[in-house]
């Protein structure tokens, strides 16, 4: 079983404590950062007594993380048992817990969205008013969804350059700031 120090164990708490906004819960995030700080590959059974939760919680959760694509399951040489690691790469990390939650979460929200769209006109001037606002939401997280898609396409080392480059990338593209 791994051993952390008091500040691996505030970490792995505070990664917990985001996981609302993530999308998951307090135990799928403290198995993330457990293996996000792990060197080496880790079963259910040491998550499980390290974070002092039950081994079935532990395995759900581990089950929910691969699901997102955040972990994956690896084979330790002279083993039965399975192991878990976190992606190595903090960016493709990242870049896979957003795109995962756009399909969870933003892709669902733009079907409701067309669909109130279509709902709300019913002919009064208040339905058309309705209608122009939830098309105006929908245009955003359409545009949003398109401009993802396109960045998501390009390999993380572009991307991670194009983020660096923060202010700059206005000037350098000729726009002008506001």
Request: hydrophobic share 40%; net charge positive.
């Amino acid at each position: 079983m791994p051993k952390l120090s008091e500040k691996a164990k505030r970490f792995v708490s505070q990664y917990g404590e985001m996981a609302s906004h993530w999308g998951l819960n307090r135990t799928e995030c403290q198995v993330h950062a457990l293996l996000f700080l792990s060197p080496k590959p880790l079963d259910a059974e040491e998550i499980a007594e390290t974070l002092s939760v039950a081994r079935s919680h532990a395995g759900n959760s581990l089950k929910e993380l691969q699901s997102w694509g955040m972990v994956k399951s690896v084979r330790v040489l002279g083993s039965r048992r399975e192991y878990f690691e976190a992606h190595a790469d903090v960016w493709e990390m990242f870049r896979q817990a957003v795109s995962e939650q756009k399909r969870r979460e933003i892709d669902p929200w733009m079907r409701t969205l067309r669909e109130a769209a279509k709902d709300l006109d019913d002919g009064s001037k208040d339905g058309g008013y309705a209608k122009k606002r939830v098309g105006e939401m929908l245009g955003f997280f359409e545009t949003f969804s398109v401009w993802y898609e396109d960045v998501r396409k390009l390999p993380t080392p572009l991307v991670r350059r194009f983020l660096t480059l923060g202010g700059r990338a206005v000037s350098l593209l000729g726009l002008k700031k506001d």
